[in-house]
């Protein structure tokens, strides 16, 4: 395979740039326990909305109920989205009609992932399933859950599961092409992961490292460690990285759960940078700044080049973030109750609130085109353009 590179960075749409003058049963279970008797933190109540840029809502469509594993992802003038119910959908992203829609018959537990022609999603039932023009090309069952939505490359799909295994199909017919067992562990996160290309080389999140690997065959390259297991228990010891990831040229920023923020240069395998940091949700950023809340909800930013931190806002305290996009001069998050904030990108400060259909915002919002997309827990698809 000559090349499985993804579409590298690019310069965000000049609307854009000109809006601003499986965590295991037992952890469920222990964290059950030690906040059934707290009374949780309540979020302040917003202001007005600030309307400092003008957006207008170029289009919505209905995808059936969501979850946290089931992000939209564009892809040749393309959105594609799932319901976990079963429905998988191409939507155009100029208009937000379906190029195809097809219901699989079983629910849905992590994808989309797509190059712009196959698109693959992973099913509850452990199957992994190929999907072109609105047809089932094939699929195949695989030996553990993923939470990850495949990534489609180089004619290729490769799956990250929650064992922490990579394994590499072909994509025409399903045919198994290898597999990358790691050391499992006794818990790990039922949340999505990081699996993507750099160029030639798959990059997936490993435990508390990101793995470059040879799309070949499977063999690991690098290993570049960004966080550290500590702690008592088995709980306290989860540091597996988390998606999205920011990635800019060979630079791969990324989370690694409730413990670190870091940097990678993906081209050589060394880490940049790491920072303790205690958010759950991926990051997101551009070349000056990496941009994701902590687990409270405090908005963090972070110098790209250093991991020095940048400036923080604490406007959105118990919100329950969404990971964020950064597009031009402002980043966009959403929250548990269906707004989508857009914050300055210089200080974090509010330049307009946008409203769904009032349930949470599980997944980061994507560019398409020009347009900003979010996906919310009840299956709504929202597309907004700035005027």
């Known amino acids: 395979m000559k090349s499985m590179s993804l579409s590298t960075y690019r310069r965000y749409p000049t609307p854009w740039r000109r809006a601003l003058p499986v965590l295991g049963l037992l952890a469920l279970g222990l964290f059950s326990a030690c906040s059934s008797g707290a009374k949780k933190p309540q979020p302040v109540e917003l202001p007005p909305v600030a309307a400092l840029m003008g957006t207008r809502l170029a289009w919505s469509t209905q995808v059936g109920a969501g979850s946290a594993s089931l992000a939209p992802v564009v ?6 989205v799932a319901g976990t119910a079963g429905t998988v959908a191409a939507l155009d992203a100029a208009t937000g009609k379906d190029a195809w829609r097809l219901n699989l018959g079983t629910p849905i537990a992590a994808g989309v992932g797509s190059d712009g022609q196959t698109a693959a999603v992973i099913t509850a039932n452990n199957q992994l399933v190929a999907l072109a023009d609105g047809r089932e090309l094939w699929r195949v069952r695989l030996p553990a859950r993923s939470f990850t939505a495949p990534l489609v490359a180089g004619q290729r799909v490769f799956v990250l599961t929650a064992d922490r295994t990579v394994t590499a199909f072909d994509g025409k017919n399903g045919a198994k092409l290898w597999t990358q067992n790691r050391p499992a562990e006794p818990l790990v996160l039922s949340q999505t992961g990081a699996l993507l290309a ?7 999140g490993l435990a508390g490292r990101l793995s470059g690997l040879n799309p070949d065959n499977g ?13 008592t228990n088995e709980v306290e010891r989860l540091v597996d990285i988390v998606g999205p990831v920011s990635r800019i040229g060979g630079s791969v920023c990324v989370r690694a759960y409730s413990a670190a923020v870091g940097c990678v240069d993906a081209s050589r395998g060394t880490v940049v940078w790491t920072r303790a940091a ?3 949700t991926g990051v997101h950023g551009d070349d000056r700044l990496v941009f994701g809340s902590e687990g409270d909800g405090r908005f963090q930013a972070w110098q790209r ?4 931190p940048a400036w923080h806002s604490d406007r959105l305290k118990y919100r329950g973030l969404s990971a964020p996009l950064a597009l031009g001069r402002v980043v966009a998050v959403g929250d548990s109750s269906g707004l989508v904030h857009l914050v300055s990108r210089e200080d974090g400060s509010e330049m307009t609130r946008l409203s769904t259909d009032g349930s949470a915002i599980e997944v980061a919002p994507v560019l398409a085109g020009d347009a900003l997309v979010v996906q919310t827990r009840n299956g709504g698809v929202y597309a907004w353009r700035p005027q």
């Open 278 to 280: 205690q958010g759950t």
């Open 75 to 80: 892809a040749a003038g393309r959105v594609f």
């Open 219 to 231: 063999a690991v390259r690098w290993e570049a460690p960004v966080a550290t297991s500590r702690g």
């Open 305 to 308: 080049a250093t991991g020095e």
């Open 198 to 204: 750099v160029g030639d080389t798959l990059v997936a």
